[in-house]
């Protein structure tokens, strides 16, 4: 089981940027193993993935974030990092780390941190 906290989100303006950190922690675990990724929820929608990292740095993102968001990981730290940039009222959500472990199918989820777009 691999322990996920997120930081970051507050308040930004149309056009402004933040910074996503989450920090990943368990009883010794191999972080390099899980595939991590961000995913979002805005009021009264599902869940969706933002942008995914594999332990080879292998990126993927959603058609509305590419250009404008980044994802970066830290093996030696265990962290992963979301930066966004050109923020629009749209991105307003929930961000979610996650982990994925292949070998087992298995997902970790952080608490979520709010980000609020507005002017």
């Known amino acids: 089981q691999v322990w996920l906290v997120e930081s970051g989100g507050g308040l930004v303006q149309p056009g402004g940027s933040l910074r996503l950190s989450c920090v990943a922690s368990?009883?010794?675990?191999?972080?390099?193993?899980?595939?991590m990724g961000w995913y979002r929820q805005a009021p009264g929608k599902q869940r969706e993935l933002v942008a995914t990292?594999?332990?080879?740095?292998?990126?993927n993102y959603a058609d509305s974030v590419k250009g404008r968001f980044t994802i970066s990981r830290d093996n030696a730290k265990k962290t992963v990092s979301l930066q966004m940039n050109s923020l629009k009222p749209d991105d307003t959500a929930v961000y979610y780390c996650?982990?994925?472990?292949?070998?087992?199918?298995?997902?970790?989820w952080g608490q979520g941190t709010q980000v609020t777009v507005s002017s």
């Open positions: 990292i594999t332990g080879e740095d292998n990126t």
């Open positions: 368990g009883n010794g675990f191999g972080f390099i193993m899980y595939r």
């Open positions: 996650n982990a994925y472990f292949q070998p087992a199918r298995r997902d970790d």
